[in-house]
């Protein structure tokens, strides 16, 4: 693990520490696990934005994607007679098409990518919304009345205690840890957010590798809207709308620059879970109501940015230099022995 990941790990543990002390009841199982299960889909859609982000890009429209995938699954199976699992398969191909449409405009037309996910995440919102007026049910009320294999998937415990959702979670964090960090793909989108230009000179199709992180990162909402409508039981065009500033939130505090070039699927996943058992920490633990929870978690992210900005300027750097030198030099003096 890096300095940062183990950083943002002490972290987790004094939250967890700190919540355990004021309520004793946080430390249950149960409890512990549901404190990130409401918050899975930001968790697992962070994990991909954050390939998205190393190679300088971004990612905002992935909020309007989940809503976009909720509602074609509903629609779909509702509407059309699909079976459950074949809509959640059509919403999850639509939302990578989504997403390498996204990415062709970025690589081949050089389009800023914060422009291009902005106009995205108006365009699939308005089409979800579309979507859902084909519906014989009214879009304000969802469509519900899944079947209950579909309805219980999210909401099962493996040994009555740990969430199915949060197993999804660390299979896909595994997934993309081994895609980023051990292979020649992962290499390949550092390289790019380093250098795009010498990547591209040592043979590098630096567009390819560009467009296919927004398709992993469109795939990635449409896994999370399936969870996040099998977990509610109603799909909504609307589902996603206020995930996306915890997204970027996630990655950033976990490590990733916005320059690009720099990032950790670890640090990106530690970062997911400080947020999700800080959210669910206050109000149980503090009884900090939930329409303030915002403020803390925006808090921590300008102390954190600010902290690693600072530690980053020169005059900071020669004096922790020279600090450690002189630790160094007391360390290395003969030791006297008095008689």
Known sequence: MKR???????????????????????????????????IIPICIISLFVTMVMITAGIDIQAGAVVGLSSIIVGVTWQDLGLNIWVASLVAIIIAALVGLLTGYIVAYYQVQPMVVTLG????????????STLSSTESYKGISGFPESFVNFASYRIGGVLPVQVVVFLVMAAFAWFLLHKTKYGRK????????NAAEYSGINTRFIIMSTYVLSGIAAAVSGILLT???????????????????????????????????????????????????????????????????????????????????????IVFISNLKKKLDSKQDLPLIKTT
Do not use: H
């Open 4 to 38: 940062w990941d183990l950083t943002l790990l002490v972290i987790l543990i004094l939250e967890i520490c700190i919540f355990a002390y004021a309520n004793p009841k946080f430390l249950m199982p149960r409890v512990i696990f549901g404190s990130i299960n409401d």
């Open 120 to 131: 995205g995440s108006f365009l699939y919102a308005g089409l979800a919304l579309l979507i």
């Open 189 to 196: 989108i550092f390289l790019i957010g380093i250098n795009q």
């Open 230 to 316: 099998s977990y509610l039981g109603t799909a909504k065009s609307d589902l996603g709308a206020t995930i996306t500033l915890p997204i970027i939130t996630a990655v950033v505090l976990g490590g990733t620059l916005m320059t690009g070039g720099k990032g950790s699927i670890i640090g990106t996943a530690l970062a997911a879970v400080i947020i999700g058992v800080l959210k669910f920490g206050l109000p149980l633990c503090f009884r900090v109501n939930m329409q303030y929870l915002d403020i803390p978690v925006g808090l921590l992210l300008l102390i954190v940015i600010s902290a690693r900005a600072l530690s980053n300027r020169p005059e900071v």
